[in-house]
């Protein structure tokens, strides 16, 4: 199949039955060897379009559920020590994936996009920082004890 028809292919199926494959939790390379065609054809399709890149992008999210499920599953399945340690194994490699595509809801940490530049500050917030500045610049160079 010439990689024209590989993206008719995936046109024909749409983009729904991506995402649908991919929130439940099937890897990429699982839907390209069903479909025949490498990894590089199905990612060069979804960058094709933004509306695609959008859905396919919120599918990885919705995915990490699916990620945790699959941990839960297989450590609740485990009725022997060698499936334990191998349930527990992938449940942790669930997790890893799972905060990757959704660190927002499985990442070990939120991070906080707000930064303060001066041009943010008001002349008066501004006037009040040099204010502080300069009396612990005071503070510091004056060795007498306060009383």
């Known amino acids: 199949m010439a ?18 494959k991919l929130t439940a939790g099937e890897t990429q390379t699982a839907i ?3 479909l025949g065609m490498g990894i590089a ?21 919705a995915a990490a559920r699916s990620f ?5 599953e297989g450590l609740r399945l485990a ?31 939120i991070e906080i996009d707000q930064k303060t530049t001066l041009t943010d500050l008001t002349d008066e ?5 040099l204010k502080a500045i300069e009396a612990a610049r005071a503070a510091s160079a004056d060795p007498s004890p306060e009383a």
């Open 68 to 72: 945790d499920e699959k941990a839960e």
């Open 3 to 20: 990689k024209g028809d590989k993206a008719k292919s995936l046109d024909t199926l749409g983009l729904d039955w991506l995402c649908d």
């Open 32 to 34: 390209c060897t069903e």
């Open 41 to 61: 054809t199905l990612g060069r399709w979804i960058a094709a379009d933004a509306e695609r890149s959008a859905r396919v992008r919120e599918a990885r999210i």
């Open 125 to 129: 917030q501004l006037d009040a920082r």
């Open 79 to 109: 009725n022997d020590p060698f499936t334990l340690a191998r349930a527990k194994e992938l449940a942790h490699h669930y997790r890893w994936k799972a905060s990757k595509a959704d660190p927002r809801g499985y990442g070990e940490k």
